[in-house]
Structures are given as structure tokens and as C-alpha cells.
């Protein structure tokens, strides 16, 4: 059972460039969410979905979109990037409704020069 | 907005010490949860603790809803207890969560 995936791991870019964020998970759960932690810091939310074809908003969504077409993934898409994105990115899964904990995938480390 | 307090901030301890670590919510939450950051960064779960008492192994962990907070007790600390421990919890009537800034433990041999 793989769980929730991010990829890829590490990632550098330049100020400008695009970037996706990818994230699955194989355990059918409806609700996903990502999330980024600066150093020092908590994690914030992004993005959340709560099934395919609904998105909306989280604390810190500026800079960030998303989309859901299908259960399985949530990518995670950067424009056009800037440094103050320089972040661990993480996502994270849960049954919508139910009273269940949410699952986090390994998290993506990006830097933007 | 909602804040949710972590305490202490940062704890050193002596490996077989225990310790309690504490988060107090300004408001109500729900689906609260307990995480451990190790070192390599990864998220573990460690409670999902809406409320009452919860243990597993050296670990329990106590929600007091009614009152807006949760407490984590270690016991007999172990140096692999070290890194980052955040709760975190939903918002009510939303979606979103919201995560604490955490207490940075490191526990020496």
C-alpha cells in the first residue's frame, strides 16, 4: 500500500519558470490537500479538494493552482515561480465525512533561485 | 483568525526523561491530530485525538475539547523521539485545517 506519493522529491528552478507538483494516492480518499512549511514554521494550506472536480481555497492559495480529474491525483501547479516559494510542499489525503486522520506523502523540497 | 499555541517551543531532554507537550487551540477544532517531524522531514501520525484519551506505547496523548486543548505526554524518552512535534485541527464547518508552529525536542544519550 504506497499511500500518498509525491514527486518529485527535490526540485530547483529559476524565478519565472513553471513547475508541477505531483500527488496520488491509492487509497480512495476524497479528501486531498496541499500544504507548505517554510523553516521554522507549520504547516499552511494551499489548496484542498474534497472530490474530483471541486477545488477551493486554503490560507496561503496566492501564486498556486490546482485541479482534480480524477480521486487519485491532486497536482500542484506553479506558474510562474518566485523565491518566496522556496518550500518543503506537502499533500496529504483523508476520507471526506469521517471522522479519520489525514495521511502525508514525503513532501517535495523546492527552491527557486 | 484561529491560533493554535504550542508549549514549550523547544525542549531538550535527557534520554529516559519524560515530558508533556502542550497545544491550546483559540477556538473549537475538530479531527485533532499529533505529528512528529523526524529528522529526514517526513510527517508521522502519531494520535488522531478528536477528544478523551488515547496510548500507544510511550506515547498517550489527552484532547479536552470543551476546554481547547490537548496535551502529549513522552515517556521514557528515547533519542529517535528527537525532531518536531506539531498537533493540528480542522476548522469547524470547513475544510481546512490549521497547524501549530510546533515544539523541537531533541532528546541527548
Known amino acids: 500500500n504506497a499511500g500518498v506519493t509525491q514527486t518529485p522529491k527535490f526540485q530547483v528552478l529559476k524565478t519565472g519558470q513553471s513547475m508541477t507538483l505531483q500527488c496520488a494516492q491509492d487509497?480512495?480518499?476524497?479528501?486531498m490537500s496541499w500544504y507548505r512549511q517554510d523553516p521554522g514554521m507549520g504547516l499552511r494550506l494551499i489548496h484542498y479538494s474534497v472530490g474530483a472536480g471541486i477545488t477551493d481555497q486554503g490560507e496561503v492559495p496566492n501564486g498556486y493552482n490546482v485541479s482534480r480529474s480524477t480521486t487519485e491525483d491532486f497536482p500542484l501547479r506553479l506558474l510562474s515561480a518566485a523565491p518566496s516559494q522556496t518550500s518543503v510542499y506537502f499533500c496529504?489525503?483523508?476520507?471526506?465525512?469521517?471522522?479519520?486522520?489525514?495521511?502525508f506523502g514525503d513532501g517535495t523540497r523546492l527552491s527557486i533561485l | 483568525g484561529i491560533q493554535v499555541e504550542q508549549s514549550p517551543p523547544d525542549l531538550i531532554l535527557q534520554e529516559g526523561a519524560n515530558s508533556t507537550l502542550r497545544c491550546n487551540f483559540s477556538d473549537s477544532v475538530n479531527n485533532l491530530q499529533w505529528f512528529h517531524q523526524n529528522p529526514w522531514g517526513q510527517l508521522i501520525n502519531l494520535f488522531y485525538i478528536p477528544s478523551g484519551t488515547k496510548q500507544n506505547g510511550r506515547l498517550s496523548a489527552t484532547t479536552v475539547a470543551t476546554e481547547r486543548y490537548s496535551l502529549l505526554y513522552i515517556s521514557s524518552s528515547q533519542t529517535t523521539d528527537s525532531g518536531v512535534y506539531f498537533c493540528a485541527g480542522g476548522l469547524i464547518g470547513t475544510y481546512k485545517y490549521i497547524f501549530g508552529t510546533g515544539t523541537r525536542l531533541k532528546v541527548l544519550a
Open positions: 496529504a489525503s483523508r476520507p471526506q465525512g469521517s471522522n479519520q486522520p489525514q495521511h
Open positions: 487509497m480512495n480518499h476524497e479528501y
